[in-house]
């Protein structure tokens, strides 16, 4: 499986000529989406879910399926009958040869004033772990972990903690577009130093062999 990084909380993931897409979002590139089988969307918050862009892969691929949580279904699924399908934790599914399998409930706490949203996070042959915007930690082996390195919601101790806690193999950045290079090299020795897995930073548009 080929694991390719978009900008932001985006990625792609291939295998045997078909191509799954995890959170194309206002922040990704506008073709993040294209030529996708496979859409999952963790939740509704705009760097992670674009109407436009799921549209224009599901009308651009009639056999296109997307896979989210009841807030963004129902943004699609009249538009797209029998191909918008709803998910929450514990749900498992098979997509153009993708096994799939549901973990988490909510949204980390950005404030105690804000209410919190539904978030759900995708493991995917039992081999990657996209928790969205949250730590889950799905109680299960992980090979790769997309880390959420830096968001209004979190800090580096909790980032480091969520690395410990999952115990991946490998930890690879995501939803870092808001993070300057100037702090790269702290987050990269930190996390690498104090996370216990190897940690790596992947450019937009670079590949990784899983």
């Known amino acids: 499986m080929r694991l390719t990084k978009r900008i932001h909380a985006c990625v792609q993931l291939e295998k045997d000529g078909r191509r799954l897409v995890i959170d194309p979002g206002g922040f990704s590139e506008q073709d993040a989406a294209?030529?996708?089988d496979v859409l999952l969307v963790t939740h509704e918050h705009p760097d992670h879910f674009d109407e436009g862009?799921?549209?224009?892969?599901?009308?651009a691929n009639p056999s296109a399926r997307l896979w989210t949580l009841r807030s963004v279904a129902e943004r699609l699924s009249a538009a797209f009958p029998g191909r918008v399908r709803t998910v929450g934790h514990g749900d498992t599914f098979t997509a153009a040869g993708?096994?799939?399998?549901v973990?988490?409930?909510l949204h980390a706490v950005i404030h105690p004033d804000i209410p919190r949203i539904t978030n759900v996070g995708y493991l995917v042959d039992g081999s990657v772990f996209h928790p969205g915007d949250a730590?889950?930690?799905?109680?299960?082996?992980v090979d790769t972990l997309m880390l959420p390195v830096h968001a209004p919601w979190n800090k580096i101790s909790e980032v480091i903690d969520y690395v410990r806690e999952v115990a991946p193999r490998r930890a690879v950045d995501v939803h870092d577009a808001l993070l300057t290079d100037l702090a790269r090299p702290i987050y990269d020795r930190q996390i690498g130093e104090l996370g216990?897995?190897?940690?790596?930073?992947?450019?937009?548009?670079?590949?990784?062999?899983?």
């Open 34 to 36: 294209v030529g996708a």
């Open 53 to 59: 862009r799921l549209r224009a892969a599901l009308e």
């Open 98 to 101: 993708f096994d799939v399998q």
């Open 103 to 105: 973990h988490g409930e």
């Open 135 to 141: 730590l889950t930690v799905p109680g299960r082996p």
């Open 196 to 210: 216990g897995a190897r940690h790596e930073r992947l450019a937009a548009g670079r590949t990784l062999e899983l």
